[in-house]
């Protein structure tokens, strides 16, 4: 049986689901698997006397090379992994621990015979794109792309902003909302969508603009192809604005310009045979479904 390395991350927030952790690297040690943990996720399982760690070794950030990464959360756990993986081209599987779980599609009971089909090599791999995000020319350091979405948004309870928008340097509009949503086709069913933007299909090509609580009702998501590139710049009665990078959080002041383009290179997600796209999004969106 070949030897395969397998760098583990998960939710730190989850100490009553450290069964499932265990079933993962106890089916893991059985393949005879080379097992690294992110070291903040160490830390956390070592205080559950139910898994023993003894073998595993430790890595921090993106200092670690392995044949598999694994996400033990929910889609948002995922989406921290691929920032740690970035352009290793490292295919991620997603255990889903949480809720909705588009990304993180196996379930906790499905560890042990999921692990076997990567053994086995009855799986497939998809490619997703991510948008790469400068301000004034420089990447945003350690969260310079995004699996999901980039959103420009106003600061607490401030007035909404004005964002001027510009694609292939020709101006499109200024937005004035309380935000501006950028996505991928992956993070169309995430925030995006509760904005009111379209369900975009995976590796379709695209990026999309939805605004957040626009001031005119003319207002309305956009799609462009994600050879496009897309500069903002914002202005804001309190003089600063966030920017939000797969959900991570950050300030910047007002007159900022952020240039998102396609990034140069993928995300891998690993998916089991048998799974598709559509059947899941049926089954996630509950279409069809009699709710009375």
Excluded at 34 to 58: G, K, N, P, R, V
Excluded at 152 to 164: E, F, H, N
Excluded at 230 to 240: D, F, G, K, P
């Amino acid at each position: 049986m070949q030897s395969l390395r397998f760098a583990l991350f998960g939710n730190i927030y989850q100490q009553h689901k450290s069964a499932a952790i265990k079933e993962l690297i106890d089916c893991l040690r059985q393949h005879n698997a080379h097992i690294l943990i992110e070291e903040e996720y160490y830390d956390f399982l070592q205080c559950s006397e139910l898994i023993d760690l003894d073998e595993a070794e430790t890595f921090m950030g993106c200092n670690f090379d392995a044949d598999f990464a694994v996400s033990m959360g929910g889609d948002g756990t995922l989406l921290k992994t691929a920032s740690h993986v970035r352009q290793k081209q490292i295919p991620i599987l997603g255990v889903n621990m949480g809720r909705l779980g588009f990304l993180a599609d196996v379930s906790a009971d499905a560890i042990d015979e999921t692990i076997d089909a990567l053994y086995r090599g009855d799986y497939s791999v998809e490619d997703r794109a991510l948008i790469h995000v400068e301000t004034n020319g420089e990447p945003i350091e350690g969260y310079e792309c995004a699996l999901n979405d980039v959103s420009i948004l106003k600061r607490d309870s401030a007035s909404m902003i004005s964002i001027r928008a510009s694609i292939n340097g020709e101006y499109l509009t200024t937005y004035q909302a309380d935000g501006l949503i950028v996505s991928t086709p992956t993070g169309s069913t995430a925030y995006s969508l509760s904005n009111g933007g379209p369900i975009i299909v995976p590796r379709t090509g695209v990026m999309l603009m939805t605004a957040v609580a626009p001031h005119s009702l003319n207002v309305r998501p956009i799609v462009l192809p994600d050879t496009a590139q897309i500069e903002l710049t914002v202005t804001s009665r309190s003089h600063t604005f966030l920017v939000a990078i797969d959900g991570r959080s950050g300030k910047l002041p007002e007159g900022t310009t952020l240039r998102l383009t396609r990034a140069p290179y993928m995300v891998k997600v690993v998916k089991r045979s048998g799974t598709r796209y559509f059947a899941t999004l049926r089954e996630k969106m509950m279409w069809g479904a009699d709710v009375r």
